[in-house]
């Protein structure tokens, strides 16, 4: 059966993540000196905690080549063929990482790595389906094929209450168009071509609730649907709701952002993240 | 206190770390690189430098750090591009000043090293100008000179001198208005902390990382309004070509050749020695420099570039870091407050409406014609002009949707419709869905004594009107005929109250107000300085 690996930015949870025999890499957050891997030595909450009192404002380094090697030879191990799927490049290193990881693998396992060209639950969303599929006896061309077909139907809308952790972080990408407006908004981005890209901007979390709510309603056909928050479970617990009527909830993935995702966001989004029928 | 010393293998792997980071960032830099001309090419010419530099100590196992010291000078001095470019190389040159006879070096040597070589590199250029490149340099040998007293180890003086210059940078838009204006920071500035920044990364150990590390440029201080592409189409002016070129001859004075060339051209800096004297300058005509210079003796490393052709790439590249639109939306406002709003809202076309709001269809015609795209939103402010704006998509070619905005409120509530994925048809519905829910007061001063639904108005009175068309109350004072208003008008369920004040009222007396409605009312009250004439306070209701 195909191993499938992925990188912490997937937000995908440990429990979710065991169930379905995914490998997840973290990657690093750090205040100052001080180093944690991704939901491994700080959770979620951990984070934002910490981020209130650190007077470090935190960054983030991608995983190493070496650490990818070290997972890909214990993997093949147990099959002969690996399906790595990471954060969009454009986004971190970590892609290139990866590649560089399989390159320093000597082993007759067949490794694919793909980048996700997104990020967060749209990404979760790609590894469950492709794990899916792998459980139900894909070899690795046929999952190739199907989640490089899948990545333009993997969308994810993200209300933000400030644009500044992203802007800090380098990673604002086309939703720099957002940036610098005198009036106070709450922006919904999306991903497109592996970047940020400017959506919306509502002019409150409530307008920003419904956004993502009619979101979803626009797609036709949704095979999962994944929502997320970082800080605000109540509001999570809201979206869930009003989803409801949608996408039936055991079609719906709850996470929160994690440690690393949550540094270049902050501490009040709310995502919703669909994957339309394959 | 005992450290270990640096030699000159150090100083080399140093900057070939720092070069290698570089490289990694010089499209990010190229892509900033707006001052003094918006060529587009800092990051390269900084590259450039860098190479030639690190070219001349490549094969060498040179370890006496003066001698390595002096050889990047030279290949800086010899591989100089542009302006960054030669103030790089002239940094080099100071830097081996300041190392002058020494083997070894630690972080205290290497702090005097970078305060000599600030001082070369301001030294250089005729006239130099903060928030550049200069003034990272500057910050970063101030903070190498202050780490130097407690501390003379040199990867303490780098990280110091780093940091100190990554502040720096984010800075500089604060210091030169060129910058802010274009919304980005230095870029000269920003590839002199890259460099500091990979040495720093070598002397820690870590520089194999950089070749999967994602570059990464500093962030300006504030969030400012990317708009490079959109300010500086409106700059086209020829720009000349930029032209560098190293001198060898004998007895060269380059005071005397910087005189020279001082009338051929711009942003002209002249520096070397006797022997060898590097120039750049931007001038219309390269031949006459080149000729001049002949005339003193050998020329070497010649590069001439066209400016303009490297504007064009320039701001092709400026559009590709936006999101791709082909829709220009026009609007008509009065108020340098809301030009100000509007402009940071995203790219729009705004005709100036004066007084009564009121630009002919000529006027709308124009605006619609000169816009970037075919397809164009005409948001148009005023319910006396819907019409007019009708008029004009008979008369133009181009697609065009008018979104019938009655007031500026509406107007703005509509462009912060606009969606980036959505074509013309999409923003029309979406645009007009969102004026839907916009009331707007408009409060104003009676001219003359009058009746209006019955009511007694006198000269002077505060009135307010609903939707451009129900006159809702009045009253001696403002706050009274705007309270009135807000109740008449549904306030209560409002979410957000949008306080814009004209030109004849005062910030502090709206922020009052605001105060006064915030108490009375659950939705979020926000003021802007709108600088309206006539309307001594527009308010909107969402």
Known sequence: MVKVVTDSCSDITPQLARELGITVVPLYVQFGSETYRDNVDLSTEEFYQKLKTSNVHPTTATASPAHFAQIFTELA???????????SEKFSAIYAAALQGKAMVKTDCRIEVIDSRAGAGAQMLLVIAA?????????????????????????????FDTLEYLRRGGRVGKAQAFLGGLLKVNPVLGIKDGEAFPIARCRNRAQAVDFLVDSVRGFARIEAVAIEDATTPEDLELLAQRLKDVVPAERTYRSKVSPVVGAHVGPHVLAVSILEAL | MKTDLADGKTLKEMFASGTAWLEKSAPDINAINVFPVPDGDTGTNMLLTMQFALQEVKSSSDSHASSVAKSLAHGALMGARGNS????????????????????????????????????????????????????????????????????????IVAAAAKSAEESVARTPGLLPALRDAGVVDAGGQGLYILLDG??????????????????????????????????????????????????????????????????????????????????????????????????????????????????????????????????????????????????????????????????????????ESAPSDNIILLPNNKNIVSAAGQVRSLTTKKL??????????????????????????????????????????????????RLDGLEIKKGQFIAILNDEDFISRADKAEEAIFEALGKAGADKAAIITIYYGMETKGAEAQQMAKGIRDQYNAEVEVIQGGQPHYHYVISLE
């Open chain 2, 85 to 156: 470019g030669v103030i790089l190389s002239q940094f080099f040159r100071g830097l081996a000043k300041g190392l002058e006879g020494k083997a070894n070096f630690d972080g205290a040597d290497f702090a005097r090293a970078l305060a000599g070589a600030a001082q070369t590199a301001y030294k250089g250029v005729a006239s130099p100008v903060e928030g550049t490149i200069l003034t990272v340099l500057k910050d970063a040998s101030k903070a190498a000179k202050e780490a130097a007293k407690d501390n003379h180890a040199l990867i303490a």
């Open chain 1, 131 to 159: 794990a899916k599929m792998a459980q139900s006896g894909a070899n690795l061309d046929q999952l190739t094929d199907r989640i490089k077909r899948a990545i333009p139907k993997a969308h994810i809308r993200m209300a």
């Open chain 2, 199 to 368: 040495a720093l990364q070598f002397l820690k150990g870590e520089s194999h990382k950089i070749q999967y590390r994602r570059p990464r440029l500093v962030v300006a201080e504030k969030e400012l309004i990317p708009r490079a592409a959109q300010r500086l189409t409106h700059l086209e002016m020829p720009h000349g070509y930029c032209t560098n070129f190293v001198l060898e001859g004998q007895n060269l004075d380059s005071a005397r050749i910087d005189k020279g060339l001082k009338k051929r051209g711009q942003s002209l800096i002249v520096t070397g020695d006797d022997t060898l004297v590097r120039v750049h300058i931007h001038s219309f005509k390269p031949g006459e420099v080149l000729q001049y210079a002949m005339k003193l003796g050998k020329l070497h490393e010649i590069a001439i570039n066209n400016m303009d052709d490297q504007y064009a790439d320039f701001i092709k590249m400026q559009r590709e870091r936006m999101p791709q639109v082909d829709i220009a939306v026009v609007t008509v406002a009065s108020g340098e407050g809301f030009f100000e709003l509007l402009n940071s809202l995203g790219n729009i076309i705004i005709i100036p409406g004066g007084q009564t709001m009121n630009p002919s269809v000529h006027e709308l015609l124009q605006a619609v």
């Open chain 2, 401 to 450: 949707k008018v979104i019938p905005t009655r007031n500026i409120p509406q107007g703005i509530a509509a462009f912060l419709a606009f969606g980036y994925d959505l074509n013309l048809e999409q923003n029309a519905r979406a645009m007009e869905k969102a004026i839907g829910r916009v009331k707007a007061i408009e409060v104003t001063r009676a001219i003359r004594t009058t």
């Open chain 1, 77 to 87: 191990e147990e099959t002969t063929e690996i399906m790595a799927i990471t954060l």
